[in-house]
């Protein structure tokens, strides 16, 4: 009985053993397979990296001319917006050399004018000079119309000789003069004049280095890596501090280069940052491949063709661009770390853009609306000083720029336009 009862739990047992084994082959079978299909299927399309970070532009904050910074208006980790005053130098300077511009232009306008007026005087005096010169004439005339009857004298006639000579030259000095004088304002207008244009320029240079005295922000964004302090004098150039537009980021993946047989241009992207986890998934796609290795580019690039090289499989950067409403939900600063996972199904892109990318520009017309408004300065200057006695039309004239007649102007010719410009509000310091 007892050996009975041993032959069947031995029996029992490899039976046992027999099913666990087959379970075990069996799955061993299910899981093979199926990674086999997930492999078929997907595996072998995806290409994954935790080499990834995010990158953007870095606005560096400089001032544009020599100055002592007197306020800084924006700190660290602040939001400021494009136009916002960063930081403020000491106006005193440039406002007293654009004073000094400015008094020049109205001078120089007021010279100009006078040209113009000379130019009426001048004809006036030829006009009044050819009566003279026809007066002396016919004095001769008549004299020597007398001549031999002794009525008239011969000295007389002489004199009267003499006057003729006297007004014929008179009559050519005053036609040079005025010849000379239209050399002056031929083929041009006040406002336009040589002189005008120059002292006008002057008067821009110097507006637009005391408007440089406010340093504002180009683009909207946030403010690192500030430097500045109040009564640091600066130049030119100087580093003040940054601004990150994060709006404007995009990711930076570090693919080893056995990764990127199969990645071309615009395959899509799915990426996680280290700081949101896995549940937020952010969607991208590839924009483009570097020119060159990260160690190419490096502050020390490797010397390959050395006798102790040793070869290092070297990763290329890839830009990957991501969708701008996952983005604003979820924002990213720069320098953060990203697990990027690229599908290479779908490879019909190409592995180099032939052709500019569209995409949005990065600009800026915070210093565009500089120009314009000094501008509209030296216009207000002009056409402050074209007036005559109507002090009404002169205040007019300085509040904003406009279509100047002959009759206002006096004696300036009538084809004087200034263009109209945006107007400006004052730069706001404080």
């Known amino acids: 009985m007892n050996e009975e009862k041993k032959e069947i739990t031995v029996t029992t ?34 290409v994954e990296t935790d080499n990834a970070y995010v990158s953007g532009n870095i606005v ?34 440039a406002k007293v050399s654009l004073e000094q ?39 001769l005339e008549r004299r020597k119309a007398l001549e031999g ?36 304002i031929d083929r041009t207008t006040v406002a336009g004049h040589p002189n005008v244009q120059r002292a006008a320029a002057k008067v821009r240079e110097e507006y637009l280095a005391w408007r440089r005295s406010t340093i ?15 009564g640091q004098r600066v130049k030119a150039g100087d580093p003040l501090m940054a601004l990150v537009p994060l709006e404007q980021v995009w990711i930076e993946a570090n693919f080893k280069e056995v990764q990127l047989r199969q990645m071309r241009i ?60 996952e983005l604003a939900d979820h924002p990213l600063q720069i320098g953060l770390s990203m697990v990027a996972e690229v599908n290479v199904r779908n490879q019909a892109g190409a592995r180099l853009s032939n052709v500019s990318r569209k995409i949005a520009p990065t600009e800026t017309e915070v210093f565009a609306s500089w120009a314009h408004a000094a501008e509209q300065h030296v216009n207000n200057l002009i056409a402050a000083n074209l007036g005559g006695p109507d002090k009404t039309r002169a205040k007019t004239a300085r509040a904003a720029t406009s279509t100047l007649t002959a009759k206002e102007m006096g ?4 084809d004087i336009m200034f263009p109209a410009h945006k107007a400006y509000p004052k730069v706001a310091r404080h």
């Not at 039976?15 to 069996?26: D, E, M």
């Not at 007389?156 to 000095?173: D, G, W």
């Not at 004696?411 to 009538?414: E, N």
Request: glycine fraction near 8%; hydrophobic fraction near 40%.
């Open 13 to 46: 047992k490899a039976g046992k053993r027999k099913l666990w084994i087959g379970a075990l082959s069996a799955l061993f079978v299910t899981a093979g397979v199926s990674y086999g299909i997930y492999w078929a299927a997907y595996g072998r399309y995806s």
């Open 60 to 93: 560096q904050i400089t001032p544009q001319t020599v100055g002592t910074v007197v306020s800084v208006q924006a700190n660290d980790t602040d939001f400021v917006k494009a136009g916002s005053p960063l930081v403020l130098l000491d106006e005193a300077d």
């Open 101 to 139: 511009a400015e008094a020049q232009l109205a001078q120089t306008v007021r010279e100009v004018r006078a040209l113009y007026s000379n130019d009426g005087s001048l004809t006036a005096i030829i006009a009044q000079r050819e009566a003279d010169l026809k007066r002396a004439s016919l004095d």
């Open 149 to 184: 009857t002794g009525a008239v004298a011969s000295e007389e006639i002489e004199h009267a000789r003499q006057a003729l000579n006297i007004a014929t030259a008179a009559l050519t000095s005053a036609r040079e003069q005025q010849r000379s004088n239209h050399v002056l």
């Open 216 to 230: 504002p922000a180009p683009v909207s964004g946030y403010i690192a890596k500030r430097n500045v302090q109040v």
């Open 266 to 325: 615009g395959q899509p992207v799915q990426l996680h940052s280290d700081i949101f986890g896995k549940h937020v998934v952010y969607h991208g796609g590839v924009a483009g491949f570097s020119a060159g290795t990260g160690s190419a580019f490096s502050l020390l690039p490797a010397q390959n063709a050395t006798g102790n090289w040793i070869k290092v499989v070297q990763r290329l950067p890839v830009r990957i661009e991501l969708d701008p409403k």
């Open 411 to 414: 004696a300036a010719p009538p």
